[in-house]
Nanobody, 121 residues
Framework: VQLQASGGGLVQAGGSLRLSCAASGRTFSNYAVGWFRQAPGKEREFVGGVSSWAGRYYADSVKGRFTISRDNAKNTVYLQMNSLKPGDTAVYYC????????????????WGQGTQVTVSS
């Protein structure tokens, strides 16, 4: 499976970005998809995920600001990020899990290369 994350960039605090994660090589719809992020000097942390049946779940730190959606016809998952804060600055990764809804990085088998999100104050 290959995953390609895109859509990162530089945005001012309060702004929005939409990240995309495009998958190829597997039956995408069978997998849960997760978004993680890693800031410099910090551990990778779970941001949110969408199950194979489109159930969505989020980390408390982004709940109400970030929204995940999936388009199985396009093998793509989106992460809409609103009301961005400087603390959201990180490299964002998408990943696939065959284990159902998952929040731990170890539960995800396939990873994309990451896309940088920088939020200026």
């Amino acid at each position: 499976v290959q995953l390609q994350a895109s859509g990162g960039g530089l945005v001012q605090a309060g702004g929005s970005l939409r990240l995309s994660c495009a998958a190829s090589g597997r039956t995408f719809s069978n997998y849960a998809v997760g978004w993680f992020r890693q800031a410099p000097g910090k551990e990778r942390e779970f941001v949110g995920g969408v199950s194979s049946w489109a159930g969505r779940y989020y980390a408390d730190s982004v709940k109400g600001r970030f929204t995940i959606s999936r388009d199985n016809a396009k093998n793509t998952v989106y992460l809409q990020m609103n009301s961005l804060k400087p603390g959201d600055t990180a490299v964002y990764y998408c990943a696939l899990s065959g284990s159902g809804p998952a929040t731990l990085a170890t539960q995800f088998e396939y990873w994309g290369q990451g896309t940088q999100v920088t939020v200026s104050s």
